[in-house]
């Protein structure tokens, strides 16, 4: 169980965390989802104690990070998959944290076992793959059989074959009743990783949902369309609370579908010259959801800016 | 004692520190045995501080050690993963700097005793005899200031938190800058009897009774200001005081 209240962090003259506040239950994956920039991982490194926050706090069960008794026990972590000194083995990195901790060292064979590790236990983690990085972390995670999870971007760069490993790795630690938090960028990975879902943007809480109301909300369609009396049926669709915006040449309706647009259009006599359903990815609609929230802009981004 | 333990295991699974003491050692026995090996019985005298002459060599490699020891933590991100396994900073940095320091009081040991046992194999005949309290701390306390050198540059280390500029600093600091503060016309000097690697040059020769076989009169090789167990006492005070600001740097930082 982890809580925010009112986490803020500010650099200089940036608000990179503002007023965040959520919670993350046990038993379940969260998803923690925003674009890159957002403030994900400044966040978990609140969250781990590393980074002290402007103002407000996060406790995990009832407890603040630095009260915790050997910590590595409650709460595991993998901020960085890169955190490891390259001529140091897997094994020896693995048994300082353990030693750290008072975890027994029969553990760290049990967690190399366990991400798949052990035939390189005694190699230096310099020469390992960005995969096999991630999977030494995700040992370094487990080591303490914590029942707090934090991944950032544990999916990063990885293969198909590594992605699918995590995914299911994940979903077996929320059945264990563990609490999971997963940052990540990518709302279509999210969507088959988390079950909830706390969405920020530019430091903000967006929305904390299930992530199936997430992607109903962020899936829901628009219908284009372009009439010569395009004043009148605005003014039909808005009466029968639907949502308009101004495309080029057009209207762009939410909340209604095509259907029932033709059938009010009917009703009032109004020509249409389209009525066309726009049924946009995942990913595009969750930009336009974080839409304004997006911290570094590119002058491509404005090209593919979704027409509102 | 948990904390001992990491940091022990933290230093030796990696390669710099056996590198580092191995260069400490062939560079101070090394001139050991150049300035032995090049003394007459006339006028430069083999002595008991003769042998140690290359001990601030050897320092400088021992600040090496113990800075890298923090900066590659900082350059390989395991010093969040330090805090994360450890959250009260202070305990897990002064760890370090005690692990850190009895590693260097260990390799200064060797050094010196090395260093002094190739002088009297070089010299048989010169008097290199430990004799006197002068000849016993002028070996053994070789070790005590790698010991507190090494705290001087964990808490650099920390403070800067860059191999790089970490070492620059420490490097010119102890080989160059104190001994130019005396070239600063009218109160040079004087500042210079305060700096602390001139203190640490005190404690270990005193009023110079361990030089004894040389030019009578020589004096003290070291102008510092205080008696030679003040002396180590203030070196030791320098160390601490950098230590405990490090520390409260580290501790109000982010990670």
Known sequence: MIEAAGLTKRYGKTLAVNNLTFSVEPGQVTGFLGPNGAGKSTTMRMILGLDNPTAGEVRIGGKRYHELKNPLRTVGALLDAKWVHPNRSARAHLKWLSVSNKIPLTRVDEVLDIVGLTSVAGKRAGGFSLGMSQRLGIAGALLGDPEVLLFDEPVNGLDPEGILWIRKFMHRLADEGRTVFVSSHLLSEMALTASNLVVIGKGQLISQSSTKDFVARAAENTVKVRSPQLGELRAALVAASATVTSADGGILVSGMDSDKIGELAAAHHIVLHELSPQTGSLEQAFMQITGDAVEYHTGLDAAFEPTR | ?255
């Open chain 2, 1 to 255: 004692m948990t904390l001992l333990a990491v940091e022990r295991i933290k230093l030796f699974t990696t390669r710099s520190p056996w590198w580092c003491a191995l260069v400490t050692l062939a560079v101070t026995i090394g001139f050991a045995a150049l300035v032995v090996g090049n003394s007459n019985d006339a006028e430069f005298a083999a002595t008991v501080a003769s042998t140690q002459f290359g001990y601030g060599f050897g320092m400088a490699v021992i600040m090496v050690l113990a800075a890298l020891s923090v900066t590659t933590e900082y350059r390989f991100g395991t010093i969040r993963t330090t805090f994360q396994a450890v959250p009260q900073r202070s305990s897990a940095l002064l760890a370090k700097a005690v692990v850190v320091a009895a590693l260097a009081l260990v390799i200064g040991e060797i050094s010196a005793f090395g260093s002094w046992f190739v002088g009297t194999l070089l010299k048989p005949n010169a008097d290199l005899a430990l004799n006197s309290a002068a000849d016993w701390i002028n070996v053994t306390g070789v070790g005590v200031l790698y010991a507190l050198a090494a705290v001087i540059a964990v808490a650099v280390g920390i403070l800067l938190r860059h191999s790089a500029g970490a070492i620059a600093l420490l490097l010119i600091y102890a080989l160059a800058v104190e001994s130019l503060v005396q070239l600063i016309p009218g109160v040079g000097k004087d500042v210079y009897k305060w700096m602390p690697f001139n203190m640490a040059e005190r404690f270990l020769t005193g009023d110079g009774a361990s030089n004894g076989g040389r030019a009578a009169g020589a004096g003290p090789m070291s102008t510092a200001a205080l008696s030679q167990g003040w002396a180590l006492a203030y070196f030791a005070a320098f160390a601490l005081v950098l230590l405990v600001s490090a520390i409260a740097v580290a501790k109000k930082r982010d990670a």
